[in-house]
């Protein structure tokens, strides 16, 4: 079991990826913007991030940054 934090604003995307996921038995947490997707990575690092590029608040890739 893996943990995955997936940051993304498109719910569509978000609910396919979240039950994916949680099907193939890993725990994931999913935030719609970077900046609260930052802060759970500071609480604990996942085994995986799974980040949108344009998001609100911050980008996936400001988030790398």
């Keep these: ?23 193939a038995g890993h725990a994931i947490a999913h935030f719609d913007n970077g900046r609260d997707a930052l802060e759970a990575v500071k609480f604990r690092v996942p085994d995986l991030l799974i980040l949108d590029c344009n998001m609100p608040v911050m980008s996936g890739i400001e988030l790398l940054r």
């Design 1 to 23: 079991m893996a943990r995955i934090i997936l940051a993304e604003d498109d719910e569509i995307i978000a609910d396919l990826a979240v039950d994916a996921l949680m099907s």
